[in-house]
């Protein structure tokens, strides 16, 4: 009987974590890494959705008060625990310690069961809040703050990117700010709306990834030619850009040097970067972006920043760059322009280090 309750009332979140398991298991595109934590936040959430289920269920009856407060502690805890899954599942190179917060926080959770300090139950059955009793939707907010910055210091700029996003903070604020609103009954979907969120988010990231350089995370070669074709229009310019030495850091320190190499000096591309420049990796050690609706200006300082960011790591690049101006101009004329000042920067840069170019 409760279990066929708890059914009824979670169908669809079974549903959204049933599909989630098929579609991990049958994806090729994700890390197992992070598979394998997308199948520890189902868990969590499913886990969580068990005890949100009993806990409403044991709120009517006193003589399971002391099972309920205990539960209670619990669900408290969950939410920022999951949550910190979640960044560290969807955001590259976070660490364990992310985790910290959400213990302090489970901690004073099972201190209030026998303190009140952020909730007790009274003797018929009914939450009261303790001088802490904000702190869950504080601690869960919070942690929603930082996972928002994260995703969108960490991503492209890119409106594309940037919708998914924001869906994301929607989402996750509704957990934090409803409750208010609506009332202790949002709890039994909190469950849902993450799963619903996280489901989101991962068929947006398989989508994004048939258009990603698996090694860099930079666009496709596929990508730079579905975009030039768009808008072409407010193309204003195009930089070339041309890894240094690759072919020497290959055969004398390995492929794997290599590819820390190139994922190195993509990420001071992506950060030298503005939302109106598109960032691709069309060939081994060849880059290009794409400048939308830039002044010769805003091309010159990009490839300064460029410059800027490499020179910080042990690594070199050639960039050179053709800005349009108001002549009508192909796309492949401004690319071969582009290409060409490019490779003059890298003649030079060979001939003052008296180098053979590699």
Partial sequence: MVVSEYISENWILILVLLGFVISLI??????????????????????????????????GLTEYRNIRIVLMALR??????????????IIKNQKWYIFIPAIVFTIINIISIFTGIVFSL??????QRGPLGMLPFIGAGLYCVLMIYLMLA??????????????FAFAFASGIILPFTIGSDYAQVFCSTIAVSMFVYYVFT??????????????????????????????TAIVSVDMNGL????????????????STISDC?????????????????????????????DVADLCERIQKE???????????????????????????????????????????KGMERR
């Avoid at 408290?76 to 599942?89: E, G, K, L, R």
């Fill in 310 to 352: 490499v020179s910080a790591t042990q690594y070199t690049c050639s960039v050179g760059y053709c800005y349009a101006g108001t002549g009508p101009k192909s796309i492949d004329d401004i690319l071969k322009a582009s290409d060409e000042n490019m490779y003059t920067a890298k003649e030079k840069y060979y001939h003052e």
């Fill in 122 to 127: 009274d003797a018929q059955n009914k939450l």
């Fill in 206 to 235: 398989i989508l994004q990834l048939t258009k990603r350089d698996a090694l860099t995370g930079l666009l496709n070669r596929q990508a730079y030619y579905a975009d030039t074709r768009n808008e072409v229009e407010n193309i």
């Fill in 154 to 167: 960490r991503g492209s700029k890119q409106r594309t990117d940037i919708v998914p996003v924001v869906f």
């Fill in 26 to 59: 049958s994806t090729v595109f994700m890390e197992q890494k992070t598979i394998r934590r997308l199948f520890a936040v189902i868990i969590e959430v499913f886990v969580l959705s068990v005890l949100v289920f009993t806990e409403f269920k044991m709120a």
């Fill in 247 to 262: 072919k020497a850091i290959n055969d004398n320190e390995g492929h794997v040097a290599g590819d820390k190499a190139l």
């Fill in 269 to 297: 591309f992506i950060r030298a970067a503005k939302s109106k420049h598109r960032v691709y990796r069309v060939g081994g050690d060849e880059f290009i972006i794409v400048c939308r609706r830039s002044s010769e200006k």
């Fill in 76 to 89: 408290y805890s969950a939410t920022p625990i999951i949550i910190a899954q979640i960044i560290i599942t």
